[in-house]
């Protein structure tokens, strides 16, 4: 079967890049540089969903990309979640933080309304990103 990436990921966020293991996702709320990893595995809902060799493996693409937003966006703080709660396939948030962001020190869900990128901003903070995940070192297969 085809992965396949749930509709409301689909509709909140734009792509990246892909990893060996995880599509790699941008929301799209310019309030905080916000990634997604959402293994390409069909039929997982939690991190122990994972195989256990997958697993590991997963984790490492999720430290890597935390390394990227912190040099990337001068992050004072990275968030890592899986909570699942209102999409149910396993998507992990990658969230740079900052002491002067809208939600700090909570976390991001339901403080404000998400306020998306402009077009151009878009493509600029996609662009960045893409570049510093690509250009970097080779994760482990």
């Known amino acids: 079967m085809e992965f396949a990436l749930h509709e ?9 890049t892909e990893l060996s ?5 941008l929301m799209n709320d310019s309030q905080y540089p916000w990634l ?11 991190l122990h969903d994972l195989p256990k060799g997958l697993f590991s493996a997963v984790m ?9 937003l912190t040099e990337e966006c001068t992050a004072f703080k990275i968030n890592v979640a899986a909570l699942g ?8 948030h990658v969230i740079a933080r900052f002491e002067n ?7 991001v869900w339901g403080v404000t309304e998400p306020q998306p990128y402009s077009p151009d901003d878009l493509e600029a903070i996609k662009v960045k990103l893409e570049t ?9 297969e």
Do not use: F
């Open 21 to 25: 293991h995880c599509r790699v996702l």
């Open 85 to 92: 709660n209102m999409v149910p396939q396993l998507h992990i």
């Open 101 to 107: 962001d809208a939600a700090w020190p909570g976390p």
């Open 132 to 140: 510093a995940i690509e250009s970097g070192r080779k994760l482990p």
């Open 36 to 46: 997604i990893l959402v293994p390409r595995y069909n039929d997982l809902r939690d």
């Open 8 to 16: 409301r990921l689909e509709a909140d966020t734009v792509t990246i």
């Open 60 to 68: 490492e693409e999720i430290r890597y990309i935390s390394e990227i």
